[in-house]
């Protein structure tokens, strides 16, 4: 079991930024990565970012390229999502998600999940 607690959400004017943590816990090791992903109201959960946990290769969703940031810190089992340029649109709850193996970017393919964060990002 892993456990995944997100932290760092808020509400933020466009064009700002803001820094979300996921502190993994339980039966954390070097061969699970480590997702992010976000849901709007009404609409599906989406991939935002990736991050290998041994390997840090890192992958991000066309929406978010260019101004989000996915990194790690594996001496405190945590991995952070620093948001850049925020828009309205980057509006949604976020949710750390954790799957054994390769970086995925279906959401039903990761086992184990956060409670999820709310940003929220003003006009």
């Known amino acids: 079991q892993v456990q995944l607690v997100e932290s760092g959400g808020g509400w933020v004017q466009a064009g700002g930024s803001l820094r979300l943590s996921c502190a993994a816990s339980?039966?954390?090791?070097?061969?699970?990565?480590l997702g992010w992903f976000r849901q709007a109201p009404g609409k599906e959960r989406d991939f935002v970012a990736g991050i290998g946990w041994s390997l840090s290769s890192t992958y991000y969703s066309d929406s978010v390229k260019g101004r989000f940031t996915i990194s790690r810190d594996n001496a405190k089992n945590t991995v952070y999502l620093q948001m850049n340029s925020l828009k309205p649109e980057d509006t949604a709850v976020y949710y750390c998600?954790?799957?054994?193996?390769?970086?995925?970017?279906?959401?039903?393919?990761?086992?184990?999940w956060g409670q999820g964060t709310q940003v929220t990002v003003s006009s």
């Open positions: 339980g039966r954390t090791s070097s061969s699970y990565t």
């Open positions: 998600a954790a799957i054994y193996g390769i970086l995925r970017v279906s959401p039903k393919e990761y086992d184990y």
